[in-house]
């Protein structure tokens, strides 16, 4: 039944590749560890190696989130590469559509970003202050 797991192993790191993410290799390392035990303990029931599948998938995971991610992260020269709008907080762009209501639009390249700051006409200097996901918080310059 081991070679079950290694299997499996192989697929999650594996379909890593393909939907990159971080998070299936970690699944995948506790299917490897499960093959492991699985070889060195043979009589271990299904029942047994499903919930210890369930145990190691989330202690890996968690030591991903709380210890490795931090130091990927803190390596990384370009911490924010893949979080392109957080690279626009303290540039100053010009409103393409007026903030009306708490909400309005900052062209930035050739994209139009959704904004929400204090009600301003079309035309007006605002800085990026802050991000909420797809949404740039601005103030006016």
């Known amino acids: 039944m081991h070679y079950g797991w290694w299997i499996l192993a192989l697929v999650l790191i594996g379909a890593e590749l393909l939907a990159p993410g971080y998070f299936l290799v970690w699944i ?4 490897a560890a499960l093959g492991v035990v ?5 009589g271990i029931s299904f029942l047994a190696q499903a919930v ?3 145990v190691l998938a989330l202690a890996s995971c968690f030591v ?13 020269d370009q911490p924010l590469l893949n979080r392109r709008a957080e690279q626009f907080i303290g540039q100053r762009y010009t409103l ?12 930035i390249g050739d994209s139009p970003w ?3 700051g204090p009600d301003l006409p079309a035309g007006s200097e605002v800085e ?14």
């Open 28 to 31: 995948g390392f506790a299917a």
């Open 38 to 42: 699985s070889f060195l303990i043979p």
């Open 52 to 54: 210890l599948f369930a």
């Open 64 to 76: 991903y989130w709380r210890f490795v991610r931090k130091i990927v992260h803190e390596r990384s």
């Open 96 to 107: 393409d559509t007026a903030i009306v209501g708490g909400r309005g639009k900052v062209r």
């Open 114 to 116: 959704l904004a929400e």
């Open 128 to 141: 990026v202050i802050g991000v909420n996901g797809t949404t740039i918080k601005v103030r006016p310059v």
